[in-house]
T-cell receptor
């Protein structure tokens, strides 16, 4: 079934540790995104990539980095996790950065930083 | 900067009744898209309906319809004949039609459906 796969589903992480959240899509979408969801704040864009080889900063990029070495994968790395990064993280993709193509979401990763 | 506001943190509706969720947005752009997403307890984000700003006709998808008031920058979601499965968090979202492509979400409305 075509879609977006995120891993892990959930994770408890000690503060200061490094963590990479994985995101893979098999729809050959050009644009990919990382959001974090926090109660009362909705979803906020962390980083995005319009096409393989390019990335951009969203609303809340500090403490996170991304890479887009190929079309399918868009990992999100927390270099040194802090408790404020406790959140649910969603990866999403679209066929193209512009136009009417809808946004597809993964099922999210629940991350707890202790 | 574009913003999306959902002023109703929680709403409740009786099964088979109709409920309207409010959303307002702020933008200086003329070309943009608006969306409603549903997030049930499973955490999955599901696209409910979308509206292109250049279209005057309100979008409809089965029991879901929108009231798009471009001048007032309002984009409300009406759910008719509410069902227990409609219980979820609903997010309104805005996307600029140009090169920036960022999707901006509201803070969500938690809808409860009473049997």
């Amino acid at each position: 079934i075509a879609g977006i796969t995120q891993a892990p589903t959930s994770q408890i992480l000690a503060a200061g540790r490094r963590m990479t959240l994985r995101c893979t899509q098999d729809m050959r979408h050009n644009a990919m995104y990382w959001y974090r969801q926090d109660l009362g704040l909705g979803l906020r864009l962390i980083h995005y990539s319009n096409t393989a080889g390019t990335t951009g900063k969203g609303e809340v990029p500090d403490g996170y980095s991304v890479s887009r070495a190929n079309t399918d994968d868009f990992p999100l790395t927390l270099a040194s996790a802090v408790p404020s990064q406790t959140s649910v993280y969603f990866c999403a993709s679209r066929r193209a950065p512009q136009g009417e193509s809808p946004l597809h979401f993964g099922n999210g990763t629940r991350l707890t930083v202790t | 900067a574009q913003t999306v506001t959902q002023s109703q943190p929680e709403m409740s509706v009786q099964e088979a009744e109709t409920v309207t969720l409010s959303c307002t947005y702020d933008t200086s752009e003329s070309d943009y898209y608006l969306f409603w997403y549903k997030q049930p307890p499973s955490r999955q984000m599901i696209l409910v309906i979308r509206q292109e700003a250049y279209k005057q006709q309100n979008a409809t998808e089965n029991r879901f319809s929108v009231n798009f008031q471009k001048a007032a920058k309002s984009f409300s979601l009406k759910i008719s004949d509410s069902q227990l499965g409609d219980a979820a968090m609903y997010f309104c979202a805005y996307r600029f039609g140009g090169a920036t492509n960022k999707l901006i979400f509201g803070t969500g409305t938690l809808l409860a459906v009473q049997p």
